[in-house]
């Protein structure tokens, strides 16, 4: 081997290993690139496995996904690829050219290739084009949008040719003007209307500050040329009542007012039904109120009270008509009066009452027992006769504790609204036992009978008078029942079921004369004297209702009459504490009246 040989191979494998070392460069850039690839298709795969896991079912989406990242992958890298695979094929086309041409030849190439790898039509500039000038456009439009939405636009208001200031709205100064012309007619004493020509132009004010309706309103009363003043605007609820120079006095008076309707309980609100404000402001001079005047206004009645006088003649109907109220309101208005009370000529009717001038409302949480009612049962009973009853339990009524927000309007009750309903005491059912057994000819009237009450033993439920009672309530010594006056002859019935014990045919021999003694099946005995005629026998059962005899006068009798008497375990009762109201003569109630009964 010649020396220029081995020189020429010498240049050939200096030039291989420069290339080798160019080319090793692109292959770890595009190795980097597949393992970035390689990484998000990892990271893609790693996050189906785990929706899959998660929703069962969704393992379908997985190829898709990948599909998806794969083609954004190679979005991405394909101008680096590119840019590779013309660096190889430039990098071969200078190599070749310095071959051929020498250095110069070489330059030459290189200036060709790097022209073309950065100005050609897939070059640097032009894919930097391709990417960044949507970039740059949607950066510019975001800006433009931030910096048009950072200015403030608003309405320039000129009001009859003078600028008065920036306003949001048009309606800033509707409400503007309303207000001006309220505080020049506060009181209604004038009608004088002020007009008012606005213009409106928009402007972009910055950062410039924008005018509310009430300033708004100062200044166009001091563009007015009339005497101004700076006070505190009085408003209850949306009327104004004219300008103070301050308030402290009247909110004093308005404390100690609603404190009379304070009760302090627990969850309680006092507050008048129209809020009253104060807003500062320029005012007219002559607006400006004595705070005085405007405390005793508050603090007075709007309406006095009114009344009718009764004339000679005036019937009920005459007052209703005259006055245009029911009778339940004049009612209400006057406790003492009723559609029976007398018209005296004269007298006054209460018709309306005096109304506050500052509406209090008050809303307190109360707590109270209510009751509800009982239901009713009702029983058919063989052992007592058709159309008679017989009450076995008497219904109670059932507690509930309540909570209520109730609300009133100066004393007066006008809301209640239930927050909780808790039975306290839960009612009792009423039990009433319905005759079945077939009636007869004989038998008692119907009668509805209380609790522990005994059917009226004396010719029906309206037979007979009482006229004498137990010695202990008023009666003659040792008498141990009640005397029922009646005609002879008339029918006696069985007070309850039981058993005949005694039916003696007594005469004028013993002071009982002829006698009945039933034995009742509640456990009382009861007892019928001096009858004429018996209609039953010892050991005979009998049903309340039963005739058992005729009433007469045998025996220790001074007039016909039916000594009636209960007891039980040998004490003689009272009577008519099981018998139901009857009648009485006035010597008998006079007697009970003496004894307490």
Same mark, same amino acid.
């Given at each position: 081997?010649?020396?220029?040989?081995? $020189?020429?191979?010498?240049?050939?494998?200096?030039?291989? $290993?420069?290339?080798?070392?160019?080319?090793?460069?692109? %292959?770890?850039?595009?190795? +980097?690139?597949?393992?970035?690839?390689?990484? /998000? @298709?990892?990271?893609?795969?790693?996050?189906?496995?785990?929706?899959?896991?998660?929703?069962?079912?969704?393992?379908?989406?997985?190829?898709?996904?990948? *599909?998806?990242?794969?083609?954004?992958?190679?979005?991405?890298?394909?101008?680096? @690829?590119?840019?590779?695979?013309?660096?190889?094929?430039?990098?071969?086309?200078?190599?070749?050219?310095?071959?051929?041409?020498?250095?110069?030849?070489? +330059?030459?190439?290189?200036?060709?290739?790097?022209?073309?790898?950065?100005?050609?039509?897939?070059?640097?500039? /032009?894919?930097?084009?391709?990417?960044?000038?949507?970039?740059?456009?949607?950066?510019?439009?975001?800006?433009?949008?931030?910096?048009?939405?950072?200015?403030?636009?608003?309405?320039?208001?000129?009001?009859?040719?003078?600028?008065?200031?920036?306003?949001?709205?048009?309606?800033?100064?509707?409400? /503007?003007? $309303?207000?001006?012309?309220?505080?020049?007619?506060?009181?209604?004493?004038?009608?004088?209307?002020?007009?008012?020509?606005?213009?409106?132009?928009?402007?972009?004010?910055?950062?410039?500050?924008?005018?509310?309706?009430?300033?708004?309103?100062?200044?166009?009363?001091?563009?007015?040329?009339?005497?101004?003043?700076?006070?505190?605007?009085?408003?209850?609820?949306?009327?104004?009542?004219?300008?103070?120079?301050?308030? %402290?006095?009247? %909110?004093?008076?308005?404390?100690?007012?609603?404190?009379?309707?304070?009760?302090?309980?627990?969850?309680?609100?006092?507050?008048?039904? $129209?809020?009253?404000?104060?807003?500062?402001?320029?005012?007219?001079?002559?607006?400006?109120?004595?705070?005085?005047?405007?405390?005793?206004?508050?603090?007075?009645?709007?309406?006095?009270?009114?009344?009718?006088?009764?004339?000679?003649?005036?019937?009920?109907?005459?007052?209703?008509?005259?006055?245009?109220?029911?009778?339940? @309101?004049?009612?209400?208005?006057?406790?003492?009066?009723?559609?029976?009370?007398?018209?005296?000529?004269?007298?006054?009717?209460?018709?309306?009452?005096?109304?506050?001038?500052?509406?209090?409302?008050?809303?307190?949480?109360?707590?109270?027992?209510?009751?509800?009612?009982?239901?009713?049962?009702?029983?058919?009973?063989?052992?007592?006769?058709?159309?008679?009853?017989?009450?076995?339990? %008497?219904?109670?009524?059932?507690?509930?504790?309540?909570?209520?927000?109730?609300?009133?309007? *100066?004393?007066?009750?006008?809301?209640?609204?239930?927050?909780?309903?808790?039975?306290?005491?839960?009612?009792?059912?009423?039990?009433?036992?319905?005759?079945?057994?077939?009636?007869?000819?004989?038998?008692?009237?119907?009668?509805?009978?209380?609790?522990?009450?005994?059917?009226?033993?004396?010719?029906?439920?309206?037979?007979?008078?009482?006229?004498?009672?137990?010695?202990?309530?008023?009666?003659?010594?040792?008498?141990?029942?009640?005397?029922?006056?009646?005609?002879?002859?008339?029918?006696?019935?069985?007070?309850?079921?039981?058993?005949?014990?005694?039916?003696?045919?007594?005469?004028?021999?013993?002071?009982?004369?002829?006698?009945?003694?039933?034995?009742?099946?509640?456990?009382?005995?009861?007892?019928?004297?001096?009858?004429?005629?018996?209609?039953?026998?010892?050991?005979?059962?009998?049903?309340?209702?039963?005739?058992?005899?005729?009433?007469?006068?045998?025996?220790?009798?001074?007039?016909?009459?039916?000594?009636?008497?209960?007891? /039980?375990?040998?004490?003689?009762?009272?009577?008519?504490? +099981?018998?139901?109201?009857?009648?009485?003569?006035?010597?008998?109630?006079?007697?009970?009246?003496?004894?307490?009964?």
């Amino acid at each position: 081997m010649t020396f220029t040989e081995e $020189k020429s191979e010498n240049k050939e494998n200096v030039q291989k $290993k420069k290339f080798d070392i160019y080319s090793a460069l692109s %292959d770890l850039g595009e190795y +980097f690139t597949s393992v970035i690839i390689r990484l /998000a @298709k990892f990271i893609g795969l790693c996050f189906m496995y785990l929706v899959a896991t998660v929703y069962r079912g969704l393992e379908h989406l997985k190829k898709p996904f990948m *599909n998806l990242i794969s083609e954004i992958a190679n979005v991405v890298t394909a101008p680096f @690829k590119r840019y590779h695979k013309a660096r190889k094929l430039g990098t071969s086309e200078i190599a070749k050219a310095r071959q051929e041409k020498g250095a110069w030849g070489g +330059f030459t190439a290189w200036l060709k290739v790097a022209g073309r790898t950065v100005f050609g039509k897939r070059g640097v500039l /032009a894919t930097l084009v391709n990417w960044g000038l949507p970039v740059v456009c949607c950066v510019f439009l975001f800006n433009i949008v931030s910096y048009a939405n950072s200015q403030n636009y608003a309405l320039r208001l000129t009001v009859n040719g003078d600028f008065v200031g920036y306003i949001n709205n048009e309606q800033s100064f509707t409400d /503007a003007e $309303k207000i001006v012309q309220g505080r020049i007619n506060y009181t209604g004493s004038t009608t004088e209307i002020i007009s008012f020509e606005a213009l409106y132009e928009v402007e972009n004010i910055g950062n410039g500050p924008l005018l509310n309706q009430y300033q708004v309103a100062d200044k166009i009363l001091a563009l007015l040329g009339k005497e101004v003043k700076e006070g505190y605007g009085l408003y209850l609820g949306d009327s104004y009542y004219g300008t103070l120079d301050s308030h %402290d006095a009247l %909110d004093r008076a308005m404390k100690d007012l609603l404190a009379k309707y304070t009760s302090g309980e627990e969850n309680e609100t006092v507050k008048f039904d $129209k809020q009253i404000s104060y807003i500062h402001g320029t005012y007219l001079a002559d607006s400006f109120v004595k705070e005085t005047d405007i405390i005793k206004q508050f603090t007075s009645n709007k309406k006095n009270a009114t009344y009718y006088t009764i004339e000679d003649g005036d019937y009920i109907d005459d007052v209703l008509e005259a006055t245009g109220l029911t009778s339940d @309101k004049l009612s209400e208005l006057n406790p003492d009066f009723d559609m029976d009370t007398d018209f005296i000529a004269g007298n006054r009717l209460l018709t309306s009452t005096e109304e506050p001038f500052m509406t209090v409302m008050v809303t307190r949480e109360e707590h109270y027992t209510e009751t509800f009612d009982f239901e009713t049962r009702y029983e058919d009973d063989a052992t007592i006769y058709a159309g008679n009853t017989r009450k076995r339990v %008497d219904g109670e009524l059932g507690e509930r504790a309540v909570v209520a927000n109730v609300s009133y309007i *100066n004393g007066n009750e006008v809301n209640r609204r239930v927050l909780s309903r808790t039975v306290t005491k839960e009612p009792v059912t009423e039990v009433i036992a319905v005759g079945t057994k077939p009636r007869n000819n004989t038998t008692a009237p119907g009668a509805e009978l209380e609790v522990g009450q005994m059917l009226w033993p004396v010719g029906g439920y309206d037979g007979g008078t009482l006229e004498e009672p137990v010695w202990w309530m008023g009666g003659y010594s040792g008498h141990r029942g009640v005397d029922i006056t009646t005609a002879i002859g008339t029918p006696i019935y069985a007070a309850e079921n039981g058993v005949v014990v005694s039916s003696v045919w007594g005469g004028n021999g013993d002071d009982r004369g002829n006698y009945v003694v039933i034995q009742g099946d509640s456990g009382y005995t009861t007892y019928y004297y001096h009858n004429s005629e018996l209609l039953v026998s010892a050991g005979q059962r009998v049903t309340a209702g039963d005739m058992i005899a005729y009433s007469g006068m045998t025996g220790r009798a001074y007039g016909p009459h039916c000594h009636f008497g209960v007891s /039980a375990g040998g004490t003689y009762l009272n009577p008519t504490d +099981f018998l139901p109201y009857h009648k009485m003569t006035a010597s008998y109630a006079a007697k009970v009246a003496a004894h307490g009964g």
